[in-house]
C-alpha cells in the first residue's frame, strides 16, 4: 500500500512541475550584454506572476531586473528623471522578451 501512494505522490509531483509557470531570473542585464547577476529560471508558486522591471533614461534601456513576483501588478512611474515600468505576465518565459 505504501509503495502505491509513494508512486501516486511522484506522479502528483511531476504533473506539478510540468504544468508550474517558469520565469527567467537575471537581477541584473544590461542592454549591452547578457545577464550579469542572478541568471537562471523560477518556477512561480500560488499568486505569482513572471516579472520584468525596465530602467529607461531619456527613452534608453539602462538596466532590467526579472523573477518570479507574487501578487505582481503592472506600473509605469517616472522619477529623477528614469522612467521604471514594471510588467507582469502568465506564459513561459514571457517575461525575457524585450
Known sequence: MN?????LFSLFCLV????????VTCHLRTPADHCRRGFGVCHAQKYESCMSLRIYSNNTLQISYMVCQRFCKDLTYN???RTYIHKCCDDDFCNFRV
Open 3 to 7: 509503495r502505491h501512494l509513494l508512486l
Open 16 to 23: 506539478v512541475e510540468a504544468t508550474s509557470l517558469k520565469c
Open 79 to 81: 522619477f529623477n528623471n
